[in-house]
């Protein structure tokens, strides 16, 4: 029988079409044609790109010049501009202001031919890293009240270029999902004093049923009230509002729990396209108003189509279960030598 779930943070309702019940080799995933390893975001053609904001790269060599292996520079052709005042206007019953923000592409490796789950943990470690060195430098904009990391990645997921990269964009007000988001965390603590995903944390823990990956300081799990089929979200297990503050212990824990994750994503269904984003609290604004926020990174393959119901209704119709997608995903055997190195427990009950 189909269930409606209702998403304890956002109130928000979905439809778990248990009965379709598809797995894996059930949704088509069109194999995507690469063009060629020559683009401009590869090394040797830096001149081809604005300047860089932020490199990471060996100690002799020069900004703008080969020799990095993560590199940040502005977008080329940018949803936002830095120029602008963030002051609103009116023109009768409308709204409107300049286009001001920030762009920014983060490349996340030298090689064209990688994925980021395919980066070694010590470089996809970096890229987050870099996440976290733009987002405290943006923030100093006091203009900026929203920074938003994210990843598309494959063409359906609206990545416009093939090589390794991500995206930084500041905004001048806080997303309206943020804005949901922070009430939901807000109303839950002011009925029970506590973090709703804290306590998810621990029941999904206690439960084992929706649990992908343990690590000492992340877990990755499908979400009871998943909208898409093998959604996936990435919590730190301590309770955190802000991504910026991530500290340097959490980085390479992260860095394994977020590559497993998409390895075995990428290895149950075949590399599918997918949008990853980083749900985090806003910048500069009254610290109160942020004390109840739990950041977290959603990742959400592209594998069915919102359609009329979903754009009517605003409700998703998921026909993949959560606990079969979890299922699935604890069952897909990676190569994860780096947990032992690090010594990260993978937590064997949950395979």
């Known amino acids: 029988m189909p269930e409606w779930r209702k998403d304890p943070i956002l109130e928000r309702w979905v439809v ?23 683009c401009p975001l590869c090394e040797h053609r830096e001149a081809e790109t604005p300047a860089e ?15 990095w292996w993560v590199r940040v520079v502005s977008n080329k052709f940018p949803a936002l501009h830095i120029e602008g005042r963030s002051d609103v206007g ?9 286009g001001v923000g920030a762009h920014e592409v983060v490349i996340e490796t030298p090689d064209h031919r990688k994925s980021l789950e395919s980066l070694n943990e010590y470089q996809v470690g970096e890229v987050i890293r870099a996440w976290r060195d733009r987002s405290l430098d943006l923030r100093r904009d006091t203009r900026f009240k929203y920074i ?37 965390f807000t109303e839950y603590a002011r009925k029970t004093g506590s973090c709703i995903l804290c306590g998810i944390i621990q029941q999904e823990l206690r439960d084992s049923k929706r649990v992908v990956i343990e690590g000492k300081n992340f877990v990755s799990l499908t979400p009871f009230a998943s909208r898409f089929p093998f959604e996936t ?119």
């Open 53 to 67: 904001v932020l490199a990471y790269r060996e100690k002799e060599s020069e900004s703008n010049r080969p020799g």
């Open 148 to 184: 938003q990391v994210f990843k598309n990645y494959g063409n359906a997921a609206g990545a416009s270029l093939e090589h390794p990269h991500s995206q930084i964009i500041a905004t001048p007000m806080v997303p309206a999902y943020i804005m949901e988001k922070m009430g939901g």
């Open 233 to 351: 979200w990435i919590l730190p297990r301590e309770h955190q509002a802000d991504y910026g503050h991530i500290r340097e212990e959490q980085v390479g824990d992260l860095a394994f729990v977020l590559r497993s994750t998409l390895k075995k994503t990428s290895a149950a269904l075949g590399q599918p396209p997918y949008n990853m984003v980083l749900v985090t609290a806003p910048v500069n604004l009254a610290s109160g108003e942020l004390v109840h926020f739990h950041w977290h990174i959603e990742i959400m393959p592209r594998l069915t189509t919102a359609a009329g119901f979903e754009l009517g209704t605003g409700f998703y119709i998921n026909p993949t279960p959560p606990e079969v997608a979890a299922s699935e995903l604890r069952g897909t055997v990676i190569l994860c030598e780096e947990a032992f190195n690090n010594n990260i427990e993978v937590v064997e009950k949950y395979v």
């Open 90 to 98: 009116k023109q009768g019953v409308y709204q409107l202001m300049d």
């Open 16 to 38: 778990i079409a248990a009965e379709r019940g598809k797995r894996p080799s059930d949704f088509k995933v069109p194999r995507e044609d690469r063009k060629g390893h020559e």
